[in-house]
């Protein structure tokens, strides 16, 4: 029988995570209040309290908790992102998720039992850095960034002993996952500074009669017509006017759905397929949950095919105006 | 949902500190057993209001430090929702970026703020809450 790959579910806040066990993750992935991991939206995130009662809620049910601590620990401010490794290893988090060299010697050394991943925004994209973060540090896993196309996938699996998790669904970000510091432009923080890109205290939505303006720290980033589908404010994902021409110059607002090609992905050995979207409700979790359940239950077998009712489930969530395989697929190449 | 349309041409008129005064009362009755860690320091002296754009009509909210009151305009920030809508998200049918998505919500003023209070009902476990309710109402909201 084809080994499935783990369902690895987002979750913001305590009914998030309960929402996506009750739901069929096998795991789900959460973080700190604080700029630790790469969500740190106002009032999104685990008190320790809550993180132990989910653990215990997840850890029940044979089901696991990973703890993002994706974001680069900041000079002087060093101590904030090791006490945060060790907190998740107190409260007994099954993995904890890094991107920042540093922390992984730490967390390495000081808690060797601690199982570690090598986060999204670790940017590894080729077997060379993946296996040398596994000399060196150990990890068993690692999330691919959002660049590689399937054949590139395959070749990585190939070629390394660690574990390899893909995304499978939600917001696609500008493709330079770890090396992003587009929003430093206009607000001076970044993903991999502060935790978050397009910071909530810089974002300003006006209205002019139908007309939505998003703003960036005062600059206008986009303009939504009565009845066009909005996107997240953030830069990669405005419309600019470039040589005469308003539009997406960077990145269009558009999700990831890797459904049709879930048999593929178990096929070249995927281990584990992830869900973006921490920063968003208990509704979008159980939904997408439960869809990506059903889908990967069937994936494996013969005759599988993508069901109407799972990409109208998905389509509702999505950001912006479509769905895409993203990388995955380049025909052209 | 839908009001009947007598009810939404009544509601349309009705003054909004009523409203407004008996949701900062249930706040202040629900915060201990809610929301026991949260001091709510975000919200102080902060006025969020929630319009319901179909009718026109809303309620607007402070945090004095101690307690939920009602508060004058202008709000620091301002939700904008159907009726519909609004009962949508409490029964956490759908979740409020989606509806963000498809333009049926609106958050204008103090993005950090609105996004604070959407994470802290988030974060909440409202069942509780529903079976508060009396029963023929909690029917009517499809609770």
Not at chain 1, 79 to 108: K, P, Q, V
Not at chain 1, 264 to 286: D, H
Not at chain 2, 128 to 133: E, N, T, V
């Amino acid at each position: 029988m084809t080994r499935l790959p783990q369902l690895i579910c987002p979750a913001g806040s305590l009914p998030a995570l309960k929402t996506a066990v009750d739901n069929g993750a096998d795991a789900v992935y959460t973080g700190f209040k604080n700029a630790t991991n790469a969500r740190n939206f106002a009032g999104l995130n685990f008190t320790d309290t809550q993180l132990a009662e989910g653990i215990r809620y997840a850890q029940s049910r044979g089901r696991e908790v990973l703890i993002a601590i994706n974001t680069f620990a900041q000079a002087g401010r060093l101590a904030e992102w090791r006490a945060s490794i060790d907190r998740a290893a107190d409260l007994g988090a099954d993995a904890i998720i890094l991107a920042d060299m540093g922390l992984l010697a730490y967390a390495h050394k000081t808690h060797p039992q601690l199982k570690l991943h090598l986060s999204v925004q670790g940017s590894a994209t080729n077997f060379e850095a993946i296996n040398l973060a596994h000399e060196c540090f150990g990890i068993r896993r690692a999330v691919l960034p959002r660049v590689l196309t399937l054949p590139q996938v395959e070749y990585v699996i190939k070629n390394t002993p660690v574990e390899i998790e893909t995304f499978g669904f939600g917001s696609l970000c500008v493709m330079a996952e770890g090396r992003c510091i587009l929003s430093s432009y206009a607000t001076g923080q970044s993903p991999n500074t502060h935790g978050v890109c397009s910071p909530a205290a810089f974002v300003r939505w006006d209205n002019q009669g139908k007309i939505m303006n998003a703003r960036l720290n005062g600059i206008l980033i986009d303009r939504f017509d009565e009845g066009e589908p909005a996107g997240y404010p953030t830069l990669c994902k405005g419309r600019f006017a470039v040589q005469g021409e308003t539009y997406y110059a960077l990145e269009e607002p558009v999700s990831l759905n890797v459904l049709s090609i879930l048999p593929e992905l178990i096929r070249i050995g995927v281990t584990a397929i992830k869900v973006e979207g921490r920063q968003r409700s208990p509704a979008y979790v159980s939904e997408v949950t439960k869809t990506l359940r059903a889908a990967l239950d069937t994936a494996g077998d013969e005759g599988y095919a993508v069901k109407p009712e799972w990409s109208t489930a998905l389509d509702k969530v999505s950001e912006g105006h479509q769905q895409t395989l993203g990388a995955y697929s380049r025909p052209w190449k | 949902m839908k009001l009947p349309a007598p009810l939404a041409f009544i509601a349309r008129r009705l003054p909004e500190a009523p409203p407004s005064f008996a949701l900062a009362t249930a706040l202040n009755l629900a915060r201990p057993k809610f929301w026991p860690e949260e001091d709510f320091a975000w919200l102080t002296g902060k006025t969020v209001r929630l319009l319901v754009s179909d009718l026109d009509r809303g309620v607007n909210l402070t945090f004095d430090g101690q307690r939920f009151r009602s508060a004058s305009l202008p709000a620091d920030v301002t939700f904008g929702a159907s009726l519909e809508d609004y009962l949508i998200l409490a029964r956490r049918q759908e979740d409020p970026d989606t509806l963000f998505f498809q333009r049926r919500l609106t958050i204008e003023g103090d993005t950090e703020i609105g996004l604070a209070l959407k994470n802290l009902l988030d974060s909440t476990d409202l069942a509780p809450l529903f079976a508060l309710l009396p029963r023929p109402l909690a029917a009517r909201f499809g609770l």
